[in-house]
C-alpha cells in the first residue's frame, strides 16, 4: 500500500490553521493549504491515516474549482509545485499533488450544506420532526430518498465537537439575510451543476457542504469542493431507496464505527486493515468516476 502521512513535522513555514485533516500555511498575503491522509468521522480524528487521501482530495477539488469558475470565483491560485513560492518549493517532494497555493480570504463561519436525498443526519432528523433544520417535508418519504426539491441546510462552524444545523433565520442572524440569500443560491447552482456532470458517469450526489469566504466583498469558495468528506457520493447503478446505500464516500467508516458502537467520543478507535483498504478503494473510484482519469498516486 501507499505510504501515509499523517502530520507534517518538517515545513518549516509560519502555521495559520491546523484542521482535521488539513493544515494551513501563512505566506503573508496567500495561504498554503496541505492535505494530509488523516480522516475524521464524527468530528474525532482517528488514529489511522488512509492511503492517497490528501492527493485524492486535492485533485478533486483542483477538477471542480476548474469546472465550477462560471458559477462563483474561488480561492485557487494553483497546485503546481514549481509555481510556489521559493520558500515553499523546498518542500515540493512532501507538497507534491496534496498542496494548494490560494489567495487569503476571510472565512464566512457557515457550512453551506445542499442535499438532495434524505440520508445521514436529515434522514434522523426527518424521523423525529418530520423536517429538516426548521423545513417541513411530506409524510411518508423514505431513507435515501429523493427529495420533492433541493434544499439548503446551513451549519455553524463549531471550534470544537460537532457542527449543528441551524434554520436559515438563525443564519441569516449570524452572517446577514443578504449574504446568506447569495450563499443559498450560489450552492444550489453549484450542486445541481455537478449532478448534471456525473449522474451520466453513474454517480449520485446525495448531498454536500461548501464553505466560502471574502476578497473585498466579493464571495469566494473556498476550502474544499464536492470531495469524498464533504459530500455523499452513491453509485447510480445501485441506487435503492429504503435504505442506507453503498457509497464512495467516509460513509463506510461511519457505518463501521456505528457497528462496533463506538461512543463518538476521543479517542477513536484504530480501524482494521479491511476498513482502511476498502475506504482508499471508495475515495480512488470517486476520483476516477468523476475526472474519467484514472488515479496514479
Known amino acids: 500500500m501507499s505510504s501515509i502521512l499523517r502530520e507534517l513535522k518538517d515545513i518549516n513555514l509560519k502555521i495559520y490553521k491546523k484542521g482535521k485533516v488539513r493544515e494551513v500555511f ?17 468530528d474525532v480524528i482517528l488514529p489511522n ?10 485533485k ?20 503546481d509545485v514549481e509555481l510556489f513560492p521559493q520558500e515553499v518549493k523546498v518542500y515540493q517532494e512532501l507538497l507534491k499533488d496534496r498542496a494548494m497555493l490560494v489567495k487569503k480570504a476571510s472565512l ?29 417535508l411530506p409524510p411518508g418519504l423514505k431513507e435515501s430518498e429523493k427529495l420533492p ?63 466560502f ?16 468528506d464533504s459530500s455523499r457520493f452513491w453509485s447510480k447503478d445501485k441506487y435503492l431507496p429504503g435504505q442506507s446505500q453503498k457509497s464512495f464516500d467516509k460513509q463506510f467508516i461511519r457505518d463501521y464505527l456505528e457497528s462496533i458502537n463506538w461512543n463518538m467520543e476521543p479517542p477513536a478507535p484504530v480501524l482494521p486493515e479491511w476498513v482502511i483498504k476498502e475506504t482508499s478503494h471508495k475515495y480512488k ?11 496514479n498516486s
Open 49 to 58: 491515516g488512509i492511503p492517497d487521501k490528501g492527493k485524492i482530495l486535492t
Open 149 to 211: 426539491e433541493i434544499i439548503f441546510t446551513p451549519a455553524t462552524k463549531a471550534k470544537s465537537g460537532h457542527d449543528l444545523n441551524i434554520s436559515l433565520e438563525e443564519t441569516a442572524q449570524i452572517v446577514g439575510r443578504d449574504l446568506i440569500e447569495k450563499l443559498k443560491e450560489i450552492s444550489i447552482k453549484l450542486y445541481k451543476f455537478a449532478c448534471c456532470k456525473v449522474e451520466p458517469k453513474g454517480l449520485i450526489i446525495a448531498d454536500t457542504k461548501f464553505e
Open 60 to 79: 478533486i477539488s483542483l477538477y471542480w474549482f476548474n469546472q465550477t469558475k462560471e458559477i462563483v470565483n474561488n480561492h485557487l491560485i494553483t497546485t
Open 285 to 295: 473510484r470517486a476520483y476516477e468516476i468523476i475526472t474519467g482519469e484514472e488515479f
Open 26 to 42: 501563512d505566506l503573508e498575503d496567500k495561504l498554503l493549504i496541505v492535505a494530509t491522509d488523516r480522516i475524521s468521522a464524527f
Open 108 to 136: 464566512i463561519e457557515i457550512e453551506c450544506v445542499v442535499r438532495g436525498y434524505l440520508s445521514g443526519s436529515s434522514w434522523k432528523e426527518y424521523q423525529e420532526s418530520q423536517s429538516i433544520c426548521g423545513i417541513k
Open 213 to 228: 469566504g471574502l476578497i473585498g466583498d466579493k464571495i469566494v469558495l473556498i476550502d474544499e469542493i464536492l470531495t469524498p
